[in-house]
Nanobody, 126 residues
Framework: VQLQASGGGLVQAGGSLGLSCEASGSIGNINALGWYRQAPGKEREFVAAIFSGGRTNVTDSVKGRFFISRDDARDDTKSTAYLQMNSLKPEDTAVYYC?????????????????WGQGTQVTVSS
């Protein structure tokens, strides 16, 4: 499984950005795609995840501002998760990582995510 993250960048507080995470390869091993973030000097934290069937889990600090969605190719060759980030705050500044898990229940622990993509930087200026 390969995860390719894209999007991110620099935005002013109150602005919006979108991230994409494309999963390819043996995507039958993935039940959920999610996003984590890591700010400088802080631990990586869970942001949001979307499971097969559309179930989602979003951390409280971004609930109502961040929205996760998913698009699965009909031929099962790839699956893409999108993270729409609105009303961004300086504290949202971090490197955002996409991740995939085999778990078919809602999980938020990093240890439960089997596949990781590269990070993409999101910087929110005040």
């Amino acid at each position: 499984v390969q995860l390719q993250a894209s999007g991110g960048g620099l935005v002013q507080a109150g602005g919006s950005l979108g991230l994409s995470c494309e999963a390819s390869g043996s995507i039958g091993n993935i039940n959920a795609l999610g996003w984590y973030r890591q700010a400088p000097g802080k631990e990586r934290e869970f942001v949001a995840a979307i499971f097969s069937g559309g179930r989602t889990n979003v951390t409280d600090s971004v609930k109502g501002r961040f929205f996760i969605s998913r698009d699965d190719a009909r031929d099962d060759t790839k699956s893409t998760a999108y993270l729409q980030m609105n009303s961004l705050k300086p504290e949202d500044t971090a490197v955002y990582y996409c991740a995939g898990t085999r778990w078919d229940t809602i999980v938020t622990s990093m240890d439960q995510y089997d596949f990781w993509g590269q990070g993409t930087q999101v910087t929110v200026s005040s």
